[in-house]
């Protein structure tokens, strides 16, 4: 714990100490992290894993084999279309990897453009774009996406848009009012008194001293964004048929044969429940480094501390009296 | 006081205003016609009707700043417009549906709460001792799993294992308070348990906040007692913020449970607005969102006021 207050809150030699922070305070974010990467190999290398390969973009049925159990053959069985479910399973790490990844980056990215503009030019950009940001909260998430699913149609490409833009624009809230506490700053108003432009002062002064805060935004949005869009696909706004995903296997076979073939939902729920618990704590235990509030537990505010204090001093004062 | 509220409440008009057009702007951009499916019903059963004439009974042949403009007007007088395809108005499906949903998602928040808050009061008493890990371990667990899933078991397994079977036909509460409780209460407990990992570790977190004040340290210092320092100093404070977290949650209620009443067969707005978006029928899409926002809105503005009367050192202006 000692070694942990010492870094005061940022990364100062960047990522390798990071890492060995992570690692020494934080065992489970860190078994997480290990976790998520295990995905992201799976799926890079999902092409040399699946014991059943893709044919041109898409899993042939074997129906003579439908719906089988796990057997030495399928590990995990089949699918109602006679589809090898673990090679389903690796290939659908894939897409909720695409996904994920690229949505957390994308939407992040939206935030800080946002934030950051809006902070910086000020004045009555940001009063317009802050209350549409109002306006824009307060039609629920859920429905903005299904909007927007029903406007860009099925497919990957779609889902990046729909799951990263309404999360970009909710999230821009947090990185302006943390921009805004560094705009005011003495460094960023002497740069503006030396002539630095807005888009200088963004990228040179601003946004290195909210980097925490955005890290912290992109390790949070991976989970989320996961379970987002197994949603999405039980309501049937979701990726096109044929591409492998865990939510959509889930939805429209693991539901209806629950009952006859349980291993069906079991694999997919699983894994969409160990990926979103892997991500939620590593985006904690990244929180827990990054925001300096958050550390240290109770510390010296905790009860057994002022009761050793307080005896201590109670041991102090008899030991004057008596002598 | 009362002349914040008076600035709030006018605020909520401009608001109000640019939902309207975000929505209505949404609305227009979804491609795939609706007058085409007009035509098609019309053709189904044996009528005919010419694409000009079918835009032309629906109001789309004005152009979009027109439409906008007699929908806003339809609207400050209460006046939704129509279905396209169900031949009700838009308000007389809106309030039939929203009573529905408003039960689920207050049934669901008050069970939310009811686990939530002890929970969480119980790993801040004891940071990092047993109890606190599985307590918030099991928290994450439950906010990983996806709630169709959870769902889809509950709906079976008890089924075929105890012939238990949660009915999925709608009974107003008026009429049978039981059958509706017998169908609306494992929905709840669903939407409850999946919703409370992330309040558990909400309520833990600005509890421990508040432990962390200097006037909780006095009060330990001074010797009061457990029990004391626990309610009277950091569990009475801590309520600041967990007021607002879940005046937060009760915003979502309307728009927050489509999953739920949708696995659950409940007719509430949620489903409502997926099927009016699947059959685009823009009319009664635009109204649902638009009901949605703006009890987000009030909800949010009350959520406020109560924030501001619980603790006066915040100063909202």
Redesign the interface.
Known sequence: MSKEKKSSGKPRNGFVEFMTLLWRTKKVAFFGMVVLILFILVAIFADFIAPQKMENGLLSSHLMEAAQAPSLKHPLGTDAMGVDLLSYMIYGARTSVILGVSCTILSTLISVIIGVASAVIGGKFDLFLQRFIDAWQCIPGMLIMLILMTMLGAGMGSMIVVLSVPGGIGGSRMIRSAAISVKDSGYCNMSKMLGGKNLWRMIHHVLPNILPLVLMNLANSLGGTIMMEATLNFLGFGVNVGTPSWGYILTSQGRSKMYTAPWIGLAPGLAITIMVFAAAMFGDGVRDILDPRLKGGMGSFSKEKIGKIAKKYMASKKAQETA | MGKYVIKRVLLLI???L??C???FA??R???GSAVEQVVYNYKQNGMVITYEEAEAKLGLDKPAVVQFFIWIGGLLRGDMGKCLFRGDTVWSVISAQMPITLELGVMTLLLTIIISIPLGLICAAH??SPADIIIRTLA??L???????IG??VL??PA?WWGFSIPLTYVSIFDNFFANMRMFLVPAIVGAITGAGNNIRAVR?MT??V??QDY??TA??K?AK?SR?MYQHAFRNALIPVITLFGGAAA?I???N??IE?MFNIPGI?QQ??TA??NRDYPL?QGC?VI???F??IV?LVVDLAYKWCDPRVNLE
């Not at chain 2, 906010?143 to 899933?149: D, K, N, R, T």
């Open positions: 401009p608001t109000m640019l939902v057009v975000i929505v949404l609305m951009m979804i491609p940071p990092d994450i667990v906010a990983s799993v996806p709630v169709f899933w889809t078991m079976v397994y075929v977190t421990l906040e432990m962390r909780v340290r330990w210092a010797g457990e320092v979502g309307l728009g927050g489509v999953v949708n949620g607005l997926v978006l699947s899409a969102t949605m926002a703006i987000v809105m949010n």
